[in-house]
Each structure stands twice: as C-alpha cells, then as structure tokens.
C-alpha cells in the first residue's frame, strides 16, 4: 500500500465490499493491516505483541474502523 489517494482512472469502480470500493480500501484484514502499518507503527507492534484478538479490533484502536453510536444507527 502506497501514498494516500493516487491516480485513478474514470469507471474505476470495483468492489471490496458491500460498501467500499478497491480505490477506496475495505475491511478486509490485509487491508486493514496496511494501513495501521503505515499510519500506526505503534498500534502495529502492540498487534504483533499479541494485544489484539483481531485485525479488526486493532484498526478499530487505531480509528481506522469507526463503530456507530446507537444514535447514529438510529439517524441513518
């Protein structure tokens, strides 16, 4: 994984998921994993010492994940 943002090509629109496109990242843990590497080298070593019990928990630590409040929820 690279810079932030990049180049990209009109029609350029392939899914990761159900709601983020490729040019967009996703949920998935190698993603995940990527970007706590290059924008969290600390959250990353905490993972690799084993404090996580997820990918997903550690990108949540890190606030690349985003939990909704219930008030949230409830808005949408």
Do not use: C, W
């Amino acid at each position: 994984m690279g810079k932030h943002g990049g180049d990209h090509m009109p029609g350029d629109r392939k899914q990761v998921d159900d709601v983020n496109l490729l040019s967009q990242g996703g949920t998935q843990a190698s993603y995940l994993t990527s970007r706590i590497k290059r924008d969290h080298p600390e959250i990353l070593e905490r993972m690799k010492a084993g404090e996580f019990k997820s990918v997903r928990q550690a990108a949540i630590e890190a606030g690349i994940v985003k939990i909704p409040t219930i008030l949230e929820e409830k808005a949408g």
